[in-house]
Structure formats: structure tokens, C-alpha cells
Antibody, heavy 119, light 106 residues
Framework: EVQLQQSGAELVKPGASVKLSCTAS????????MHWVKQRPEQGLEWIGRIDPANGNTKYDPKFQGKATITADTSSNTAYLQLSSLTSEDTAVYYC????????????WGQGTLVTVSA | QIVLSQSPAILSASPGEKVTMTCRAS?????MHWYQQKPGSSPKPWIYATSNLASGVPARFSGSGSGTSYSLTISRVEAEDAATYYC?????????FGAGTKLELK
């Protein structure tokens, strides 16, 4: 069974950085791309970017360039999202997701990690 | 980037009613995908490649469309369908979502 287990909620100060994790089970992350999606409180979904864990290649939505860094550790089957220079605009739930085995859509989602930026 | 515009933003319906929500793309896309989200939960995969229901999705749901215009229809709304529905395109980067249609039950 495919599962994506995300790290716990974070309370961070403005200007700081945070690194979120997404540990996969039921499949090898090297066999697919791992994506991250942002959802601000009471707002819609925004695609941040994705990584190909097989070679480390990444692609981002331009609006997240410089804000988000996606990495992966194939030895632990885990993808990471690092967010830097945090502001209140970064307060959100962050989801990891992967596409389906056949169709290119977000067939599997993690439970989400709430990041709260507050002094 | 391809902008997806969903309408209406809020849809109010009575149980048993037929409802349709739409998603319009700023450029033509090959397929549209839909997700259902309830408060406090992750989005659930709902309809993929325009018209294919994900596993476990009731048959009262259907999807259709092509090019720049897509829709999700519920033939007879039930209380459990109250949620926000998001459309999403995978035709070009960056991947984008619509702003969502919130379905409320009267």
C-alpha cells in the first residue's frame, strides 16, 4: 500500500528556515517524481515543485524559486521541502504528493504538515 | 502558465438535486483532473483524465469536457458530497489548480 508520512507541525519565527519531510512506503521514490503542494488557511492549492529522486533534478513554479528547495534521500525513501526566509505568507499546510502509476495526476497525498510563522 | 477558473465559487444544493461545476482553462489542456477536499483533510483524488472516477468514488459523479472547458456533475447530491472540489491540469508546467468550488448542502 502506498503511503506518504509527513513530519509534524512546525512553529517557526519570521526570517528562519524550516525543513519538512515526507517518508514513502509501499514504493521506491526513485521510480517516480515527488511533488510538494501549498495550501494557505482557507485558500486553494498551489503546486510548489517536484523532484526526480533518481537524479536529483528539480522543477519549481517560478513564484517559489528562492523560497523552496526540494531534495530527496533515496536511502531513507524520503523527500524534503526546505523553506527559507519565512514570513507570514508562508503560514500554510504543505502536502507531499506523487502521481499515479499510469495517469499523471496526484493519486497519492501525504497528511500534510502545518507550518505556522509567528514571532 | 495555464490559469484555471472555477465557477461558481460556492454552490448550494438540496439533497437529490443535480449539480454541475465548471473549470475553464486559459489555454487548451489535454485532460482535467478533480480532487475533493473536506476541512482538515488532504485532497482526495476524485476524477482523473477528465472522466475517470477514482477508486471508491460514487457513480453519481461524472466528468466531461475538452480543450478549455471541463465540468464535474453530480447526478443526485447527497449530504456526504459537501466539500470543496478543485480542478487541476498536468498539460504544462507549472502545474496549476483552480481556486475551488465549495459545495454546500441546504
Amino acid at each position: 500500500e502506498v503511503q506518504l508520512q509527513q513530519s509534524g507541525a512546525e512553529l517557526v519565527k519570521p526570517g528562519a528556515s524550516v525543513k519538512l519531510s515526507c517518508t514513502a512506503s509501499g514504493f521506491n521514490i526513485k521510480d517516480t517524481y515527488m511533488h510538494w503542494v501549498k495550501q494557505r488557511p482557507e485558500q486553494g492549492l498551489e503546486w510548489i515543485g517536484r523532484i526526480d529522486p533518481a537524479n536529483g533534478n528539480t522543477k519549481y513554479d517560478p513564484k517559489f524559486q528562492g523560497k523552496a528547495t526540494i531534495t530527496a534521500d533515496t536511502s531513507s525513501n524520503t523527500a524534503y521541502l526546505q523553506l527559507s526566509s519565512l514570513t507570514s505568507e508562508d503560514t500554510a499546510v504543505y502536502y507531499c504528493a506523487r502521481k499515479g502509476d499510469v495517469e499523471a495526476w496526484f493519486a497519492y497525498w501525504g497528511q500534510g504538515t502545518l507550518v505556522t510563522v509567528s514571532a | 502558465q495555464i490559469v484555471l477558473s472555477q465557477s461558481p465559487a460556492i454552490l448550494s444544493a438540496s439533497p437529490g438535486e443535480k449539480v454541475t461545476m465548471t473549470c475553464r482553462a486559459s489555454s487548451s489542456v489535454s485532460y482535467m483532473h478533480w480532487y475533493q477536499q473536506k476541512p482538515g483533510s488532504s485532497p482526495k483524488p476524485w476524477i482523473y483524465a477528465t472522466s475517470n472516477l477514482a477508486s471508491g468514488v460514487p457513480a453519481r459523479f461524472s466528468g466531461s469536457g475538452s480543450g478549455t472547458s471541463y465540468s464535474l456533475t453530480i447526478s443526485r447530491v447527497e449530504a456526504e458530497d459537501a466539500a470543496t472540489y478543485y480542478c487541476q491540469q498536468w498539460s504544462s508546467n507549472p502545474l496549476t489548480f483552480g481556486a475551488g468550488t465549495k459545495l454546500e448542502l441546504k
